[in-house]
């Protein structure tokens, strides 16, 4: 039989739970326990899932257990099943779910669902491959509403069913907290913890889950970026004062309950670089340190400031989806840089609400993943009517910035695939400059250049932080702690210094030099079409497989201004979406040896056109033209990451 270690927790255990439902005058709230099985460590959480009854061959072994025996919940559905359809559940149990293990099968509870009767049928102890067999077996009947979903889980002694969560180390340190859900809709953190110099993530056998249409996303493993109010977390935004002087939120954020009512687990808030400003390892982070990025050598910048989402969804197999947000890049630069679909979506989107703000004129909220049929699942739940799939597309590309020559393995690539993208829609393809275009056509009552009038609209946007975060934090927490300041990281600092030095009505003249810029794209660039939504396709590069070292020494923090193609979508509302297409190799001066990075490319469309972009690229999935991407060393190949 598969060795084991939880006896010494059972006995606690039970205690725990019939401490629970005893009322005492002092607060008592149980937690949970983690064992470890087969060298795998778990979480078991408090709540009992349902109760069996204890035979006596399985009260015998939870005898010899200690008071509690891994189980394993396979579903019958009629007395004809056998030890052939076993071993089929059992491997397919095995293939396709990373918390079970054999081990569960210390003990088996065959449920027989759609059948009724008075006497068990009889089912032997069956024999799985390699002679290896299972425990005791208990049988039992179910009803629609009293059965338990197939999987692993813990009996005890008095039958009490609990699920198995698996533990993970979160090695590239992409969570600040992690988390388990309570049955009245809030989060405490979780109470766990496994080696690997870091925080544990727990996450639930993906056999109790089946999706629906109510719940798209059920069992879909998220992770949130911790700008987001989630119920009963504490926020961050990246500031350790923040996190240790506000209280937990009371609410969570429409984005992210939205997620959570279609099924999806939320399984920790992820690290942000501070305020969501831009920042640079080493050289910025100072409260917090940024999160690892798996690909090459492992000592790449993740980018921001969905740093945390982006490194775990780069690095985890267990991690399915996460949350970041977008205002100047903050989804879309991760995702390119670690091999991750990533979407800036049309502007207004969704509403923000127990979020923190950085521009209200600009922020957007938008997915980091590895599956592109995930990707488009959450965002139909998040976007609702705002996105609905749609199969016809325009005949006209626009590259930006685009290589017209081989002359190296990303451009390679990046040539390659705007060939395969021209034939698969059997388009023809055109260069966009769009300074050129702005000064043979640009609005008559503008005689400013593209890149004058647009300079500084960015940073005087970003700088409405001063008087929706930065004010009311330094006013509160000043007058708590006898006249002191928090501590800021340098960028925000100086961001928000800066902006403070301009008058309230900058912020008009950027509001109304970002309509103008919005305006103009609208009219002349992604025109709206009533066949295939935008009249054409934008490209660009997102990323050839450049490497940007995190440690290395840099310049103190400047204001980001200027313009830039990736800015486009941020002045002018229209989607951007990141795609990966491949990887480019390099000579890492970390290893001395030939490493990989990602080549990702960007797609603009005009505003409202999402769902065609989805529709896009389910379509090119479907013809190969683009592919799932791994967690791991490398986004095509996947392996362990270096460290």
Same mark, same amino acid.
């Given at each position: 039989?598969? #060795?084991?270690?939880?006896?010494?927790?059972?006995?606690?255990?039970?205690?725990?739970?019939?401490?629970?439902?005893?009322?005492?005058?002092?607060?008592?709230?149980?937690?949970?326990?983690?064992?470890?099985?087969?060298?795998?460590?778990?979480?078991?959480?408090?709540?009992? %899932?349902?109760?069996?009854? %204890?035979?006596?061959? /399985?009260?015998?072994?939870?005898?010899?257990? &200690?008071?509690?025996?891994?189980?394993?919940? +396979?579903?019958?559905?009629?007395? &004809?099943?056998?030890?052939?359809?076993?071993?089929?559940?059992?491997?397919?149990?095995?293939?396709?779910?990373?918390?079970?293990?054999?081990?569960?099968?210390? !003990? +088996?509870? %065959?449920?027989?669902?759609?059948?009724?009767?008075?006497?068990?049928?009889?089912?032997?102890?069956?024999?799985?491959?390699?002679?290896?067999?299972?425990? +005791?077996?208990?049988?039992?009947?179910?009803?629609?509403?009293?059965?338990?979903?197939?999987?692993?889980?813990?009996?005890?002694?008095?039958?009490?069913?609990?699920?198995? *969560?698996?533990?993970?180390?979160?090695?590239? @340190?992409?969570?600040?907290?992690?988390?388990?859900?309570?049955?009245?809709?809030?989060?405490? $953190?979780?109470?766990?913890?496994?080696?690997?110099?870091?925080?544990?993530?727990?996450?639930?056998?993906?056999?109790?889950?089946?999706?629906?249409?109510?719940?798209?996303?059920?069992?879909?493993?998220?992770?949130?970026?911790?700008?987001?109010?989630?119920?009963?977390?504490?926020?961050?935004?990246?500031?350790?004062?923040?996190?240790?002087?506000?209280?937990?939120?009371?609410?969570?954020?429409?984005?992210?309950?939205?997620?959570?009512?279609?099924? !999806?687990?939320?399984?920790?808030?992820?690290?942000?670089?501070?305020?969501?400003?831009?920042?640079?390892?080493?050289?910025?982070?100072?409260?917090?340190?940024?999160?690892?990025?798996?690909?090459?050598?492992?000592?790449?910048?993740?980018?921001?400031?969905?740093?945390?989402?982006? !490194?775990?969804?780069?690095?985890?197999?267990?991690?399915?989806?996460?949350?970041?947000?977008?205002?100047?890049?903050?989804?879309?630069?991760?995702?390119?840089?670690?091999?991750?679909?990533?979407?800036?979506?049309?502007?207004?989107?969704?509403?923000?609400?127990?979020?923190?703000?950085?521009?209200?004129?600009?922020?957007?909220?938008?997915?980091?993943?590895?599956?592109?049929?995930?990707?488009?699942?959450?965002?139909?739940?998040?976007?609702?009517?705002?996105?609905?799939? #749609?199969?016809?597309?325009?005949?006209?590309?626009?590259?930006?910035?685009?290589?017209?020559?081989?002359?190296?393995?990303?451009?390679?690539?990046?040539?390659?695939?705007?060939?395969? /993208?021209?034939?698969?829609?059997?388009?023809?393809?055109?260069?966009?400059?769009?300074?050129?275009?702005?000064?043979?056509?640009?609005?008559?009552?503008?005689?400013?250049?593209?890149?004058?009038?647009?300079?500084?609209?960015?940073?005087?946007?970003?700088?409405?932080?001063?008087?929706?975060?930065?004010?009311?934090?330094?006013?509160?927490?000043?007058?708590?702690?006898? &006249?002191?300041?928090?501590? %800021?990281?340098? $960028?925000?600092?100086?961001?928000?210094? *800066?902006?403070?030095?301009?008058?309230?009505?900058?912020?008009?003249?950027?509001? !109304?030099?970002?309509?103008?810029?919005?305006?103009?794209?609208?009219?002349?660039?992604?025109?709206?079409?009533?066949?295939?939504?935008?009249?054409?396709?934008?490209?660009?590069?997102?990323?050839? @497989?450049?490497?940007?070292?995190?440690?290395?020494?840099?310049?103190?923090?400047?204001?980001?201004? @200027?313009?830039?193609?990736?800015?486009?979508?941020?002045?002018?509302?229209?989607?951007?979406?990141?795609?990966?297409? &491949?990887?480019?190799?390099?000579?890492?001066?970390?290893?001395?040896?030939?490493?990989?990075?990602?080549?990702? +490319?960007?797609? /603009?469309?005009?505003?409202?056109?999402?769902?065609?972009?989805?529709?896009?690229?389910?379509?090119?999935?479907?013809?190969?033209?683009?592919?799932?991407?791994?967690?791991?060393?490398?986004?095509?190949?996947?392996?362990?990451?270096?460290?």
């Amino acid at each position: 039989m598969a #060795s084991y270690c939880y006896q010494s927790v059972a006995a606690s255990l039970l205690l725990l739970s019939q401490i629970a439902s005893t009322s005492l005058a002092w607060s008592f709230t149980p937690t949970g326990q983690t064992v470890e099985l087969d060298g795998l460590s778990y979480y078991i959480p408090p709540d009992v %899932v349902s109760t069996i009854s %204890v035979s006596e061959s /399985l009260r015998k072994a939870l005898d010899h257990a &200690g008071g509690l025996l891994p189980l394993t919940v +396979v579903n019958a559905g009629s007395f &004809g099943y056998g030890e052939k359809d076993f071993s089929q559940d059992i491997a397919s149990y095995i293939s396709s779910d990373d918390v079970f293990s054999k081990g569960f099968l210390e !003990a +088996v509870y %065959v449920q027989y669902s759609g059948v009724s009767g008075h006497k068990y049928p009889s089912f032997s102890t069956p024999k799985l491959s390699g002679n290896s067999s299972v425990g +005791v077996v208990s049988t039992g009947f179910a009803s629609n509403i009293s059965s338990i979903p197939v999987g692993p889980y813990f009996v005890t002694s008095t039958g009490a069913v609990y699920e198995a *969560w698996r533990l993970f180390s979160d090695v590239q @340190g992409a969570f600040l907290e992690t988390t388990i859900a309570s049955k009245n809709g809030t989060f405490s $953190v979780l109470p766990a913890n496994v080696e690997g110099q870091s925080l544990a993530i727990a996450v639930p056998s993906r056999l109790y889950f089946t999706k629906t249409d109510e719940k798209p996303l059920a069992g879909v493993r998220l992770g949130i970026k911790d700008i987001y109010d989630i119920a009963g977390l504490r926020t961050s935004n990246g500031n350790r004062a923040w996190y240790h002087f506000y209280p937990p939120a009371n609410k969570t954020a429409l984005t992210v309950q939205r997620l959570i009512d279609a099924g !999806a687990v939320i399984v920790g808030k992820m690290k942000t670089s501070q305020f969501a400003n831009g920042e640079v390892a080493t050289a910025d982070w100072v409260d917090y340190h940024e999160p690892f990025n798996p690909r090459g050598d492992g000592y790449q910048d993740t980018s921001s400031s969905s740093s945390g989402p982006g !490194a775990g969804a780069a690095s985890y197999d267990w991690l399915d989806l996460t949350l970041g947000s977008d205002t100047g890049g903050s989804i879309r630069n991760p995702s390119q840089v670690q091999g991750l679909f990533g979407n800036r979506p049309t502007w207004g989107m969704v509403p923000l609400e127990g979020v923190m703000p950085m521009a209200p004129q600009l922020d957007t909220a938008g997915f980091l993943t590895r599956h592109p049929d995930i990707w488009i699942a959450a965002s139909k739940v998040l976007y609702r009517d705002n996105v609905t799939l #749609s199969h016809n597309y325009p005949s006209k590309i626009q590259t930006i910035g685009w290589p017209t020559t081989n002359s190296s393995e990303a451009n390679g690539l990046l040539l390659s695939f705007l060939d395969k /993208l021209t034939t698969f829609l059997n388009a023809t393809t055109t260069s966009l400059n769009l300074t050129e275009q702005w000064m043979e056509a640009h609005p008559t009552n503008v005689t400013s250049s593209l890149t004058d009038l647009m300079n500084l609209t960015y940073p005087i946007l970003i700088g409405q932080q001063t008087s929706s975060v930065r004010d009311p934090f330094y006013a509160e927490y000043s007058a708590a702690n006898s &006249g002191r300041l928090p501590f %800021v990281n340098p $960028v925000p600092l100086a961001r928000w210094s *800066w902006a403070a030095s301009f008058p309230p009505s900058t912020i008009v003249d950027a509001i !109304a030099n970002k309509t103008t810029f919005g305006n103009w794209i609208e009219s002349n660039i992604f025109t709206a079409d009533n066949q295939t939504c935008s009249d054409s396709l934008g490209i660009y590069v997102g990323n050839s @497989g450049t490497t940007n070292y995190r440690n290395a020494y840099r310049s103190p923090p400047g204001i980001p201004t @200027g313009f830039s193609t990736s800015r486009i979508s941020i002045f002018s509302g229209v989607p951007d979406f990141v795609l990966p297409i &491949g990887q480019a190799a390099y000579v890492s001066n970390i290893t001395q040896r030939t490493e990989y990075l990602p080549v990702s +490319v960007d797609i /603009l469309a005009a505003k409202g056109c999402d769902g065609m972009i989805f529709g896009l690229v389910q379509d090119l999935v479907n013809a190969g033209v683009i592919n799932a991407t791994k967690a791991g060393y490398s986004g095509v190949t996947g392996e362990k990451i270096l460290f």
